[in-house]
């Protein structure tokens, strides 16, 4: 059997290995799109703390992948230069939990990536869900 297609559990990923599967996610963005995060932080957290799940409307036992913290693209008036950088973070337990293999983990973490990236350029909800994100 392929390591990619090895169970997940109980071997799970450092958190050197997962920053490396969010930064091939973003690499694999084309150049155009990878130019216009500008002032946006991606980083990776082990799990959402519990005011993140309550500002992003996550139910009690319900999961959070990821978050975009920030001002749209679509949003941005001419005071943005005066707000903090954007922040991307991507939950290195949760999906780590959701999946089974190490293969399901890259791709999570791909659509994981892309879904934030959307919020940042003004796409909600429903926009990534028709995506398929």
């Given at each position: 059997m392929p390591?990619?297609?090895?169970?997940?559990?109980?071997?799970?990923?450092?958190?050197e290995q997962f920053e490396e599967l969010v930064a091939e996610a973003l690499d694999q963005l084309p150049s155009d799109i990878r130019s216009w995060l500008d002032n946006v932080a991606l980083?990776?957290?082990?799990?959402?703390?519990p005011d993140q799940l309550r500002r992003a409307g996550v139910r009690p036992g319900g999961s959070l992948?990821?978050?975009?913290?920030?001002?749209?693209?679509?949003?941005r008036g001419v005071t943005y230069g005066e707000s903090f950088p954007d922040k991307i973070v991507i939950f290195q337990r949760?999906?780590?939990?959701?999946?089974?293999?190490r293969r399901e983990v890259?791709?999570?973490?791909?659509?994981?990536v892309l879904h934030e990236v959307g919020h940042h350029f003004g796409l909600g909800e429903a926009d990534l869900e028709d995506a398929g994100l």
């Open positions: 390591p990619d297609e090895q169970p997940l559990r109980p071997k799970r990923f450092s958190q980083i990776v957290a082990e799990a959402p703390t992948f990821g978050l975009y913290q920030g001002v749209p693209k679509t949003r949760p999906i780590e939990r959701f999946c089974r293999t890259r791709d999570q973490v791909r659509r994981t």
